[in-house]
């Protein structure tokens, strides 16, 4: 079985903010949109993190419910 990458990107004017990540890495990519929005450096907002956040739970819950449907239900 390979192992699958999720990228989760925004771009805003010259800005790029790019996000790599597996199924089981989805705790840490949360927590790493928080820091990113925390840090003063960075243009990334907070809402920027509350949507990309959204975007992962709802690819997450997705991914799930994609592996428990029977391809040959009656």
């Known amino acids: ?3 699958s990458v999720n990228v989760l990107a925004l ?3 010259e800005h790029r903010y790019v996000f790599l990540y597996d199924d089981h890495s989805v ?3 949360l927590s790493r949109l928080s ?3 925390s840090d ?3 243009e990334f907002t907070w809402y920027d993190a509350a949507v990309l956040s959204q ?4 690819m997450a819950e997705q991914r ?3 592996m428990n449907e029977t391809p040959f239900a009656a």
């Open 55 to 58: 975007r992962v739970r709802k």
């Open 64 to 66: 799930h419910l994609d």
């Open 40 to 42: 003063p450096e960075l």
């Open 35 to 37: 820091a990113s929005a």
């Open 1 to 3: 079985m390979t192992k």
């Open 27 to 29: 705790c840490e990519v």
């Open 11 to 13: 771009v805003r004017d």
